[in-house]
């Protein structure tokens, strides 16, 4: 609409008005346009609405002078819940192989109707599994003596990286989600982030001794 308004006292053609129109729309998107970060080390302006979790990077490497200290995965517990699944199916896949004549009479099914339900069922289960295995593989944190970087995949397919610098961070602290998670060793570590008007909290969730790495991070930030 401002455009529209600085153009209606000027007599242009229908070519050059539609050109204006574009210049003026172009010359707007340009500048909200975010610059591009290509050195991962170098230090942006800092704003409160720049959160280090939006820095996101392709696949970073490893820098000239820098030390890797850490590479942490999730702790083996988050893959309960998938092993739980796949046990209610597996068991229900060898009833129904056992008891497969009995079950179609009783639901009044074709013959080899079980046979359907028995795939389906398996499809699922490995699925599940496959994709608990997956979110594991590639959900990792690398941390080295100047930034932690994390690496995860993220709906399946997009694969994506991020990373906090050390400086920025002024806090480390434990949490435990329970009494298990304090008896196998494993927990949340959650990092207060400088964001120049607020701290905002960075979570390395489910690793195992999170205390150690507690440790390690404090003696260098």
């Not at 006292?9 to 909200?32: E, I, W, Y």
Request: charge should be positive.
């Amino acid at each position: 609409m401002d455009i529209g308004r600085e153009l209606l006292g000027k007599k242009l053609s229908a070519p050059n008005f539609l050109r204006s129109m574009s210049d003026g729309v172009t010359d707007r998107l340009a500048l909200n346009r975010t610059p591009l970060i290509t050195n991962p080390l170098q230090k942006e302006e800092k704003s409160p609405r720049i959160r280090p979790r939006d820095r996101r990077v392709e696949r970073p490497k490893q820098l000239a002078g820098e030390t890797i200290m850490h590479r942490v995965r999730m702790h083996w517990i988050v893959h309960v819940p998938a092993i739980m699944i796949f046990g209610v199916f597996s068991g229900i896949t060898v009833a129904l192989t056992i008891y497969h004549q009995a079950f179609t009479e009783m639901l009044n099914l074709a013959p080899h109707s079980w046979i359907s339900i028995v795939l389906v069922l398996f499809v699922l289960s490995s699925a599940i599994i496959s994709n608990s295995f997956l979110i594991w593989f590639y959900n990792y944190y690398i941390i080295t003596d100047c930034r932690i970087m994390h690496f995860r995949i993220k709906n399946g397919f997009h694969y994506e990286a991020e990373e906090i610098m050390l400086d920025r961070i002024k806090y480390v602290d434990v949490r435990r989600p329970s009494l298990i998670a304090l008896i196998i060793n494993y927990g949340h570590l959650e990092l207060g982030v400088d964001l120049n008007t607020d701290i905002s909290i960075f979570r390395i969730r489910w690793i195992k001794s999170p205390h150690q790495l507690m440790h390690d991070l404090n003696k260098i930030i």
